[in-house]
């Protein structure tokens, strides 16, 4: 079964849902890979705003899957996930740990009615430190509130600090977050783009994890690409490399 589903519609939106229901939606190391395949080949298309959401209603998502640990940063918006156009999250039940993180980081959000937000890894033991961020996105102390007491918070208290910005009866999430999506879609792209662009680089400060993951992401690219192998067989037949720049 696929972990991720990608529904693109003709408007010029895209849906992306995290498919493990079975798991309350706990992403896994394929799944966060999934993730990241998915919003890049939505970068690389001609659709104009992606909805990111959990299968059912239950949950958005558990967070990590704990028997099956992913690298996380590959499905955080900004960071893993590199796209410019706009990115709403549709969160329905529980959005815990890690997909806490990745709802914090799109543009806007709509949550259900029983929308649960919880970052509980003081208590586990625990932390990948990237919930710093919340911090630069609602008021100090409410995000204290949430980093350092493990506070649970009803869809009411997170539209109250604003860290949601509509919220819908239960199983609407995903269709009002398309609506959101709908009105960006007449808007121009260039102006769009340039905005997040200075809202992500010039206005939200990045926490120490968070440029970390960012550094490993473009060192992976390099690591990974046809020039670092060219590099390796020209090393290895003792001539001058070829690089392509790819």
């Known amino acids: 079964m696929q972990k991720v589903l990608v529904t ?12 493990r229901p079975e798991r309350r939606n706990a992403i896994c190391a394929r799944t966060a890979i999934e993730l990241q395949q998915a ?4 970068d690389a298309s001609a659709q104009k705003v992606a909805v990111l959401t959990g299968t059912g209603d239950e949950a958005f998502s558990g967070g990590a899957d704990v028997t099956d640990m992913p690298e996380l940063w590959r499905c955080i918006p900004t960071v893993g996930i590199t796209t410019e156009k706009p990115v709403i ?7 815990v740990g890690g997909a806490m993180v990745a709802a914090m980081m799109c543009d806007l959000l709509v949550a259900a009615e029983n929308a649960r937000f919880s970052y509980p890894e003081a ?6 430190g990237m919930i710093a961020g919340l911090a630069a996105r609602i008021p100090h102390k409410m995000a204290m509130e ?15 600090v604003g860290l949601v910005n509509q919220v819908v009866p239960v199983g609407q999430q995903v269709s009002a977050a398309l609506a959101m999506a709908r009105e960006m879609t007449s808007m121009s792209p260039m102006v769009l783009t340039t905005l997040k662009r200075f809202v ?18 473009d060192l992976g690219l390099v690591r990974d690409s046809e020039d670092s192998k060219e590099a390796l067989a ?13």
């Not at 408007?11 to 849902?17: E, K, P, Q, R, Y």
């Not at 999250?89 to 959005?95: E, I, L, N, P």
């Not at 208590?123 to 990948?128: I, M």
């Open 8 to 19: 693109n519609h003709d408007d010029g939106t895209t849906v992306i849902a995290i498919n």
């Open 39 to 42: 919003f890049a080949a939505f």
């Open 89 to 95: 999250a549709a969160v329905g039940g529980w959005c």
């Open 123 to 128: 208590r586990l033991g625990f932390t990948g």
């Open 146 to 160: 949430m980093i350092l007491l493990c506070r649970t918070w009803d869809v009411k208290r997170a539209y109250e």
């Open 200 to 217: 992500t680089e010039g206005v939200l400060a990045q926490g120490p994890s968070e440029r970390m993951a960012r550094a490993g992401r």
């Open 234 to 246: 020209a090393f290895k037949e003792k001539r001058k490399p070829r690089f392509s720049g790819k």
